[in-house]
């Protein structure tokens, strides 16, 4: 048999694999993400335990925020050097651990300590799972894997705030403990489920220096790095504010649970599709036309009145438009270093992420000023910024374009 029809045979298997990877690391992003989206719907909760100001309810929420987020970028090099597996299990280990020990913080400081641990597994946890999932170096179809760890990660988002209100009803917010019980046995199954550090070795063999991987902040990695950081400000913003507004226009804890589960969900069937459309259609292009649209979705979900079938909706079309930006700026990212993917995808969903939850934390201080609703509407301009600067980034020095 010549290498030609070698090759052609091991093709079908390379890419089976490739699906298989990226269908593992959903499934953990799912469970990781679950406890990530167990903090917003119980900030009123942790409010009136503690007595906290809106402000300080959106440093709880910017503290786990940036603590999942910072880090990322250094997390994701030693991934990339060192080997991933470890990194992707241990992340949702700690994370959900954690996450589940909020219920028995009695005090702020306590609260921020927990939250920050689970917020660095939740950090290690999603470079080297991007990265798993896209494999650019499979070639054609990057776009489609990563949205599957995005649906993944979606899906719990969209669930978390579900279970983690039914736990606390259930239980009490002590009670929340026993939500570390899945992920404490996922574990194990995950670890012999993902390639040995030996296998990783033969596809990244060398890592760039991080130097060099900072210095391409100022050209195109800049740029995308840029509409990460705008999208997910106006993101977090919402998923921050929402339960506060929906309280203080009198709707019940239930009510701001199910806006927030309506605009995750819309948020899986949006990585989908922006998977999907990355493949096949001008990323930069593609990007500018989420982001225009998104503008208007974001400010009519915050405006309309709180928990109405109408501002319902327009969460759901919000949550579509904003994370179908997502596999189009990790693919972008991806594809600018590929022997740095995980460090490149810690950019541009880690930095990014942190850099837009900072905002966030502005965002708390003037709505102790003016409001929720209004220092909500007054955030989401920064949607128009991202596509103004994804409309740059078309001008500009361009990443790989689809195969």
């Known amino acids: 048999m010549d290498s030609a029809s070698t090759v052609a045979l091991r093709a079908p298997d390379r890419r089976l694999s490739a699906t298989r990877i990226a269908l593992v690391v959903a499934i953990a992003h799912a469970f990781n993400d679950a406890?990530?989206?167990?903090?917003?719907?119980?900030?009123?909760?942790?409010?009136?335990?503690?007595?906290?100001?809106?402000?300080?309810?959106?440093?709880?929420?910017?503290?786990?925020?940036?603590?999942?987020?910072?880090?990322?970028?250094?997390?994701?090099?030693?991934?990339?050097?060192h080997g991933r597996r470890a990194f992707l299990v241990a992340g949702p280990l700690l994370s959900g651990v954690f996450v589940s020990l909020i219920g028995v913080a009695d005090t702020f400081w306590v609260l921020i300590v927990v939250l920050t641990i689970a917020g660095l597994g939740s950090a290690a946890f999603h470079p080297p799972g991007a990265s798993y999932a896209a494999r650019v170096s499979e070639g054609r179809g990057s776009g489609v894997r990563y949205s599957m760890f995005s649906f993944g990660g979606?899906?719990?988002?969209?669930?978390?705030?579900?279970?983690?209100?039914?736990?606390?009803?259930?239980?009490?917010?002590?009670?929340?403990?026993?939500?570390?019980?899945?992920?404490?046995?996922?574990?194990?199954?995950?670890?012999?489920?993902?390639?040995?550090?030996?296998?990783?070795?033969?596809?990244?063999?060398?890592p760039p220096a991080l130097g060099e991987i900072v210095r391409q902040l100022a050209g195109p990695l800049g740029l995308v790095f840029g509409i990460s950081a705008l999208m997910a400000w106006a993101q977090r913003t919402f998923l921050?504010?929402?339960?506060?507004?929906?309280?203080?226009?009198?709707?019940?804890?239930?009510?701001?649970?199910?806006?927030?589960?309506?605009?995750?969900?819309?948020?899986?069937?949006?990585?989908?599709?922006?998977?999907?459309?990355?493949?096949?259609?001008?990323?930069?292009?593609?990007?500018?036309?989420l982001c225009g649209l998104a503008f208007p979705a974001f400010l009519a979900a915050v405006a309309?009145?709180?928990?109405?079938?109408?501002?319902?909706?327009?969460?759901?079309?919000?949550?579509?438009?904003?994370?179908?930006?997502?596999?189009?700026i990790v693919v972008m990212a991806q594809e600018l270093h590929p022997q740095g993917v995980a460090v490149s995808s810690g950019i541009v969903m880690?930095?990014?992420?942190?850099?837009?939850?900072?905002?966030?934390?502005?965002?708390?201080?003037?709505?102790?000023?003016?409001?929720?609703?209004?220092?909500?509407?007054?955030?989401?301009?920064?949607?128009?910024?991202?596509?103004?600067?994804?409309?740059?980034?078309?001008?500009?020095?361009?990443?790989?374009r689809p195969a």
């Open 304 to 328: 309309l009145p709180p928990g109405s079938a109408a501002a319902i909706a327009a969460a759901g079309f919000a949550g579509f438009l904003g994370m179908a930006t997502m596999p189009p």
């Open 154 to 206: 979606s899906m719990g988002y969209a669930l978390g705030p579900l279970i983690a209100v039914g736990i606390v009803h259930w239980r009490g917010l002590e009670g929340l403990w026993v939500a570390m019980v899945p992920v404490v046995l996922l574990a194990p199954l995950l670890y012999v489920s993902l390639p040995s550090r030996r296998i990783e070795r033969s596809t990244v063999r060398h």
């Open 350 to 400: 880690g930095l990014a992420w942190a850099t837009g939850s900072l905002g966030v934390m502005g965002t708390g201080v003037l709505a102790d000023f003016t409001g929720p609703v209004v220092a909500a509407l007054a955030t989401m301009p920064v949607v128009l910024g991202a596509a103004l600067l994804a409309r740059r980034s078309a001008t500009g020095p361009t990443v790989p």
């Open 35 to 81: 406890y990530s989206a167990f903090v917003a719907p119980l900030l009123p909760r942790l409010m009136d335990r503690m007595g906290l100001s809106i402000a300080l309810a959106a440093t709880v929420a910017m503290t786990y925020s940036v603590a999942s987020s910072l880090l990322q970028p250094f997390l994701g090099y030693l991934a990339d050097r």
């Open 240 to 289: 921050t504010m929402v339960p506060i507004i929906v309280n203080e226009a009198g709707g019940s804890e239930a009510l701001g649970a199910v806006t927030l589960t309506v605009y995750l969900g819309a948020q899986a069937v949006g990585t989908l599709t922006g998977g999907y459309l990355a493949d096949r259609v001008d990323r930069h292009r593609l990007l500018m036309a």
